[in-house]
């Protein structure tokens, strides 16, 4: 199987990283790569990847493509297929791009919101491909040991067709169910990270700033039903205020704040908790940390004195 890796950034180069690793003494699959800012495939020239010059390169060159670009419109860019408002490519580009579509499947794995799943779902089988959106739980260091959690939605039969790539990124791939259920979970998480990031930078600054200790704050912590794990993996960054080793960016977490929000106003939820973590997020982008650690949250939160 030829599969084409289309956007090499922390995730997407993780991904390569990962694929290759796992190709070593298997001549089951080759890989090819791309990426619109091309410096970033320079380490991997003499890995043995094929590096493609051209998204309509890497098409040509590949039976499943995946996606792990920023959102919607840079799909778009790449496979402009007029499910997003991206206006970047000209007619005669599009028809060069869509027309090798036809008996290619597309993994999308980034994080878009569920109606932008179903129109790229939709608009890939009008070109002849087939479509599964299959979003990622997890950081780097899981797309490294393929311990990631992916969330699959689409036909059934892709699913099981494309399994075995699937179970090189995570051991135990979930199938969610139909198109936009997948990339709807995914939201939901990245909710969560928005949420529990938030509350305890908040309860955790407000612990301080009353002189309570913080071993015996997160010991009680700890020893609550209110413990997560994120509260440990992030604790050094907050005591810290060092954010700028990014897995997942401030700016990141932001765009799909923003898609949770709209999403889920759509459906008649009452978002007004995650309004307010959305102005923080907003805030702390516009204060510098945009490629930051998303906890970089807490220095709006408490700031430095």
Same mark, same amino acid.
């Given at each position: 199987?030829n599969?084409?890796?289309?956007?090499?950034?922390?995730?997407? !180069?993780?991904?390569?990283?990962?694929f290759?690793? *796992?190709?070593?003494?298997?001549?089951?699959?080759?890989?090819?790569?791309?990426?619109?800012?091309?410096?970033?495939?320079? +380490?991997l #020239?003499?890995?043995? @990847?094929?590096?493609?010059?051209?998204?309509?390169g890497?098409? +040509? %060159?590949?039976?499943?493509i995946?996606?792990?670009v920023?959102?919607?419109?840079?799909?778009?860019?790449?496979?402009?297929?007029?499910?997003a408002d991206?206006?970047?490519?000209?007619?005669e /580009?599009?028809?060069?791009?869509?027309?090798s579509?036809?008996?290619k499947?597309?993994?999308?794995?980034?994080t878009?919101?569920?109606?932008?799943?179903?129109?790229?779902?939709?608009?890939? =089988? *009008? *070109?002849?491909g087939?479509?599964?959106?299959?979003? @990622?739980?997890?950081?780097?260091p899981?797309a490294?040991?393929?311990s990631l959690?992916?969330?699959?939605?689409?036909?059934? =039969?892709v699913?099981?067709?494309v399994l075995p @790539?699937?179970?090189?990124?995570?051991?135990?791939?979930?199938?969610?169910?139909?198109?936009?259920?997948?990339a709807?979970?995914?939201?939901?998480? %990245?909710?969560l990270i928005?949420?529990?990031?938030?509350?305890?930078?908040l309860?955790?600054a407000?612990?301080? #700033?009353?002189g309570?200790?913080?071993?015996?704050f997160m010991?009680?912590v700890?020893?609550?039903?209110?413990?997560?794990?994120t509260y &440990?993996k992030?604790?050094?960054?907050?005591?810290?205020?060092?954010?700028g080793?990014? %897995?997942? /960016?401030?700016r !990141?977490?932001?765009?799909?704040?923003?898609?949770?929000?709209e999403d889920?106003?759509?459906?008649?939820?009452?978002? +007004?908790?995650?309004?307010?973590?959305?102005?923080?997020?907003?805030k702390?982008? &516009? %204060?510098?940390?945009?490629?930051?650690d998303?906890?970089?949250?807490?220095?709006?939160i408490?700031p430095?004195?």
């Open positions: 199987m599969i084409g890796i289309m956007g090499t950034g922390l995730m997407g !180069h993780a991904f390569v990283e990962r290759i690793s *796992c190709r070593i003494g298997n001549n089951d699959f080759s890989i090819s790569a791309y990426n619109r800012s091309a410096e970033k495939l320079d +380490d #020239k003499h890995s043995g @990847v094929d590096i493609c010059d051209s998204a309509e890497l098409i +040509d %060159n590949s039976q499943v995946i996606l792990m920023s959102d919607a419109s840079a799909i778009d860019e790449l496979l402009p297929l007029g499910f991206s206006g970047s490519a000209s007619s /580009s599009a028809e060069s791009r869509t027309a579509l036809a008996g499947t597309i993994l999308q794995m980034a878009i919101a569920p109606q932008q799943s179903r129109d790229l779902s939709a608009a890939v =089988e *009008c *070109c002849g087939r479509y599964l959106e299959a979003p @990622v739980l997890g950081s780097i899981e490294k040991q393929g959690i992916i969330m699959a939605g689409g036909p059934r =039969e699913f099981n067709e @790539v699937l179970k090189v990124l995570g051991s135990a791939p979930r199938y969610i169910g139909e198109v936009g259920s997948g709807a979970l995914k939201l939901a998480m %990245n909710q928005a949420a529990l990031t938030a509350g305890f930078s309860s955790l407000y612990a301080m #700033k009353n309570v200790d913080t071993d015996l010991d009680t700890r020893d609550s039903a209110l413990y997560a794990k &440990d992030k604790l050094d960054k907050y005591l810290s205020r060092d954010f080793s990014a %897995n997942f /960016s401030t !990141h977490l932001l765009k799909d704040v923003r898609l949770f929000i889920a106003q759509a459906a008649g939820l009452d978002t +007004d908790a995650l309004e307010g973590i959305e102005r923080i997020t907003s702390a982008v &516009d %204060n510098g940390k945009a490629t930051m998303y906890s970089s949250i807490f220095d709006i408490s430095a004195e």
